[in-house]
Structure formats: structure tokens, C-alpha cells
């Protein structure tokens, strides 16, 4: 990746529904604590991959649905695609590798003779993957009988079954664990290969990612049978992977922790900030530390006290400004004010609050940029700002707000007159 100059301090490449996402955790609580976690200790050296089964079209409606994250890499349509940032450049390169030796046309044809095999949605064709339904107590014999037919017709390809329903053909040279090892081979040429990389999974596609050397594997504690009897065949001596006790994205927390990957406890979990000796400062950890104060504040989860208002003013330069994304300008110190009538206006309410793509550049001594994207849930309304702050900073206990810009992300300008810092 670009963004970084040198090796990844961390790698963190997860699947997504029932792993990232939690479908069953209607707060997505898991999720937001993994989201802080990552902004505050790991954006700015590390690099988070997400591998889906899900087509482009179903990734991107799943990003619209639940707090996620921007990340750094995509593989989709079950490692049939690789593609790099927010404007999802794809890899050209992997596209010539599953060239071979692979011919969709005659892999429809094939499997069209089998009336066990229901066809799923047009969306979730892809250039190289054919995807189906089939009930778990045939699954078995198709797969034999096409893996057959596809080697006598000189195809070279790869059945996978998995979540109890979907059945997928793909290059034998593709897949999840494929897609992967494919990274690692680009990141070793380039003498950026990340110092610990971290796979995560819940299902039978995402076995190929655990077989991949040298990365350590949790298996979230909502693991499907398919994957536990994988694990359980192939890699039960193996210490480098774990079964979490937790769920999805709790589950991921858990295992940075157990491998010593890093940090393991998110801004979320921590209630009082105050604790502790500060030895550094951390942008990151400062932007996620200060939206989760406002949204506290909001939510009447922390007291209506003055003294922590008080503490954020002595972080701001009194000359300072504010410009919010509706326009106009107006001094730290009253938009500090103006937050101060908000206590509790969200309490009882589905309200939360998460930062994206946060990145601090020095662009003088002492002096930082920082921005990402803001965002806010209230109700079933979501929407968000591209933020700028300029920030002074004289040693780990003193840092200054100098200004701060906001402009709406196009598309997730909220129009409702809410309050907005």
C-alpha cells in the first residue's frame, strides 16, 4: 500500500457477515468498539483487509447498513477480486492470474444440468465466480460430480461450500487464502511484508485464510460447524490460531490481545480517560477519545459536569475557530458553548458516534494535521463531515485545537437541523 512508507505494523484481514458484522447485534456494539480500537492504535501503521464473500454491489450495501470502516484493501466475491482504497482500484494483475486456465461460459454450461443447483442473484455473478444454492445434504455429491466434469473438460477449478447454502465455482487459483498470499507476495517484493498479520473468520471460505504460514487465525466464537470441523482436521496443534469466546468483532478484539498483536483495549471500553500516566500523545487516540465524549455527552452516559467542558476549553486556542459544514465561522470557545445546551438531547435514543480514515500529517514543528470523516447515527438517519484540525502540541501532555473545518461528504449532508461539531 502507498499509505504506508514501511511494513505494516499490523495486518488485520477479516471476513465480514458473522465476523466484522455482527447481524445479531442490533447496536452493533462489537463493531464500534472494534472501529475506535483501530482508529486510535492502529490506522496509522497498519492496514485492515476486508475478505468477503459479497459481490461489489452487496459489499457496498452492506457499508450503507452498519458502522464500517474504510479499509485499505478489498477482496470480494470469495478472493475473486482484489481492490486498494476507498475508490476500490482494482488489482489488474490478480485479474490475469485466474485468467487461467478458466472459462465461465462452459462452468454455467456444466452446471446448469444439475436441477439441485438454484442460481443466485445476477449481482452475485462475477468474471470469476458462478455462484449457486444447494441444500447441505446434496452439496457433497454435486461438488463431486462437477469437480469431475470440470477436469475432463480441461478446466482447472474450485468448489466451495459454505454457510450451509451457497455453493461457489471459482479458478483454482482463487479464493480467500489465494487472494492473500497473493498480498504477501506483492508486500515481500516491495520489502513491506507486515510484522503480524491477523485472519478472521466464521465459515467454510474463510478456511483457505487460516492455511496461509506464518499469520495467526481467530475463529470467532460464532464459528460455523463447516469451519470447526476444518479446524478440528487440519489445524487443531496449530498455536497460532484461536476459538474466540466472544463474538464477531469482540471476538477479533479478544485474539489481538491473546497473540500480544498490540493494544487490545478499545477507547469504548475505557470510562474514565483520566487514569494513568500519559507518556505520549496519539492523534488518533485523541480524535477517538473526543467524539466519544460528545457522543457520552449527548447520550447523558457521563455527568452534566462543568469541569469536563472546562478541560476541553483549556485545549483550545482562544483565538481558534470553527467552521462547521453548514457554513459561517464561529470561535472554539462558542462552539464549545453551544455543545454545552446539547446535554442528554440524545438520551434514550439510538444515537452513536465513530470516526473513519483518520490520518495526522506534521506540516510544521509542532504542528499537526489531522483529518477523517465524522460520523453520526441518530435514528435511522446517518450522516457525515470530512473533518480538518490543525493542531499544536508541545509534549505528550499538551496538545492545543487551533481550528477546525468541517465540510459534508457529499451524498451524507444532514439537512435536519441538527447540532454538529
Not at 236 to 244: E, F, G, L, M, R
Not at 380 to 386: K, L, P, T, Y
Not at 393 to 404: E, G, L, P, R
Request: proline share 4%; with cysteine; charged share 25%.
Amino acid at each position: 500500500m502507498d499509505r504506508l512508507s514501511a511494513a505494516a505494523r499490523l495486518m488485520i484481514v477479516s471476513d465480514l457477515d458473522h465476523t466484522m458484522v455482527d447481524h445479531h447485534d442490533a447496536e452493533n456494539l462489537s463493531l464500534l468498539r472494534f472501529n475506535a480500537l483501530w482508529e486510535a492504535h492502529y490506522r496509522r501503521d497498519s492496514l485492515l483487509v476486508f475478505s468477503t464473500g459479497r459481490s461489489p454491489t452487496l459489499y457496498k450495501q452492506l457499508r450503507k447498513e452498519k458502522p464500517m470502516l474504510t479499509p485499505d484493501i478489498t477482496i470480494m466475491s470469495v478472493g475473486t477480486e482484489i481492490t486498494y482504497g476507498d475508490a476500490m482500484v482494482p488489482d489488474n494483475g490478480w485479474v490475469e492470474v485466474l485468467n487461467q486456465k478458466w472459462d465461465k461460459k462452459i462452468v454455467t454450461e456444466e452446471a446448469s444440468w444439475f436441477p439441485e443447483l438454484k442460481l443466485q442473484s445476477e449481482t452475485e455473478q462475477r468474471p470469476h465466480k458462478v455462484s449457486f444454492y444447494v441444500d447441505k445434504d446434496k452439496a457433497q455429491t454435486v461438488t463431486q460430480k462437477l469437480s469431475e466434469i470440470f477436469k475432463n473438460r480441461g478446466l482447472d477449478v474450485k468448489i466451495i461450500y459454505s454457510g450451509g447454502m451457497d455453493l461457489d465455482i471459482l479458478p483454482q487459483g482463487a479464493g480467500k487464502g489465494q487472494a492473500l498470499a497473493y498480498l504477501l507476495r506483492k508486500f515481500k517484493s516491495e520489502g513491506k511484508v507486515p510484522t503480524n498479520t491477523l485472519v478472521c473468520g466464521d465459515s467454510g471460505n474463510d478456511a483457505e485464510l487460516f492455511s496461509i504460514p506464518e499469520v495467526y487465525g481467530v475463529m470467532v466464537s460464532n464459528a460455523q460447524e463447516e469451519l470447526l470441523q476444518w479446524h478440528a482436521a487440519n489445524a487443531k496443534n496449530n498455536p497460532k490460531i484461536t476459538h474466540a469466546t466472544e463474538r464477531c468483532a469482540a471476538g477479533i478484539i479478544q485474539a489481538i490481545g491473546h497473540f500480544k498483536l498490540g493494544p487490545s483495549t478499545s477507547p469504548r471500553d475505557i470510562k474514565d480517560e483520566s487514569d494513568g500516566e500519559v507518556k505520549s500523545i496519539d492523534l488518533g487516540h485523541e480524535v477517538v477519545k473526543l467524539y466519544l465524549f460528545y457522543e457520552r455527552w449527548r447520550r447523558a452516559e457521563i455527568d452534566n459536569s462543568e469541569i469536563y467542558l472546562s478541560s476541553l476549553k483549556a485545549n483550545c486556542c482562544p483565538s481558534g475557530f470553527c467552521v462547521p459544514p453548514s457554513g459561517g465561522e464561529i470561535s472554539l470557545a462558542e462552539a464549545i458553548n453551544q455543545f454545552r445546551k446539547c446535554y442528554g438531547d440524545k438520551q434514550g435514543k439510538q444515537f452513536r458516534v465513530w470516526v473513519d480514515r483518520v490520518l495526522s500529517t506534521e506540516i510544521g514543528p509542532g504542528t499537526w494535521l489531522v483529518k477523517f470523516h465524522k460520523w453520526e447515527l441518530s435514528g435511522e438517519e446517518r450522516a457525515c463531515s470530512i473533518v480538518s484540525i490543525i493542531l499544536r502540541i508541545k509534549d505528550a501532555s499538551d496538545h492545543t485545537y487551533m481550528h477546525v473545518h468541517e465540510t459534508w461528504l457529499e451524498g451524507f449532508g444532514a439537512n435536519d437541523g441538527r447540532f454538529w461539531i
